[in-house]
């Protein structure tokens, strides 16, 4: 059971930018599957996840207008859309699946938005 992310970079004050968590193992059919991102020294933290259930994504106010997540079922990957991105999102973004007894976990890719 495996969770990759893809998609990070480096971009400028109100690029655009898609990050892509690929699973294998597990599936983002059922929801429970969400982005996460940290930075140095900090807990981290939700950006937006797609409920249990496969419901509509829900989102930090934050990122609210800026980010969507979204799925291809058929490929096992899920999304994460961010647009107008600002210096604070820079981030190690982070894709998440809901397991029993441990959720699963990427390794992250970085983020890094200049001014």
């Known amino acids: 059971v495996q969770l990759v992310e893809s998609g990070g970079g480096l971009v400028q004050a109100g690029d655009s930018l898609s990050l892509t968590c690929a699973a294998s193992g597990t599936t983002f059919s059922l929801g429970g599957a969400g982005w996460y991102r940290q930075t140095p020294g900090k807990q981290r933290a939700l950006v937006g996840q797609?409920?249990?259930?496969?419901?509509?994504?829900v989102y930090v106010d934050s990122v609210e207008g800026r980010f969507t997540i979204s799925t291809d079922n058929a490929k096992n990957v899920m999304y994460l859309h961010m647009s107008d991105l600002k210096p604070e999102d820079t981030a190690k973004y982070y894709c998440?699946?809901?397991?029993?007894?441990?959720?699963?976990w990427g390794r992250g890719t970085q983020v890094t938005v200049s001014s």
């Open positions: 998440k699946v809901e397991a029993w007894p441990n959720d699963i």
């Open positions: 797609i409920p249990s259930g496969g419901s509509s994504p």
